[in-house]
């Protein structure tokens, strides 16, 4: 782990590990757009460019899955990712939250807020994005994540 980003952002390292979840689309009126299970392995290597590598297993009760790897760059208190699908970059608030804003590539004039929250215990965690498309709210997504390592 690199040490000027856990002195900059001591509540990302509580992120460290594996983690299960659900992840919920809905509507600006509430409507149920998608759902699938979420794995995330989130990890702060020493070496390389990246301070941060998390690894995605999306899946599906139809069967469909998709996975994705992606890391981010540290610098001046920042993560900044630039990916295929999206870039932008994040940061963590005095309370320990995590923050996000980051601008879909793969999806023309959309971008999300996120929020992230670990519990107390390390043990589970709650993110919600606030999607927005050419300017107007667009969407929301809930995930409900538990640690599994």
């Avoid at 690894?55 to 900044?80: K, M, V």
Wanted: negative net charge.
């Amino acid at each position: 782990m690199k040490p000027d980003f856990a002195a900059a952002m001591p509540n990302m390292i509580r992120h460290q590990g594996e983690w299960e979840g659900t992840y919920r689309h809905l509507s600006r009126d509430g409507a149920l757009l998608d759902e699938h299970r979420m794995w995330t392995w989130c990890e702060f290597p020493d070496e390389g460019p990246f301070a941060y590598v998390q690894h995605n297993r999306l899946s599906w009760d139809d069967g469909r899955i998709a996975t994705y790897e992606f890391g981010g760059l540290y610098r001046d208190g920042r993560l900044y990712w630039d990916t295929d699908r999206f870039s932008g970059y994040g940061w963590e608030t005095g309370e320990g939250t995590l923050m996000l804003k980051l601008d879909r590539l793969d999806v023309p004039g959309a971008y999300y807020i996120e929020m992230i929250n670990i519990a107390p215990d390390n043990q589970t965690r709650a993110r919600t994005w606030q999607w927005f498309k050419d300017g107007r709210p667009w969407k929301r997504t809930l995930c409900d994540e538990w640690r599994v390592k």
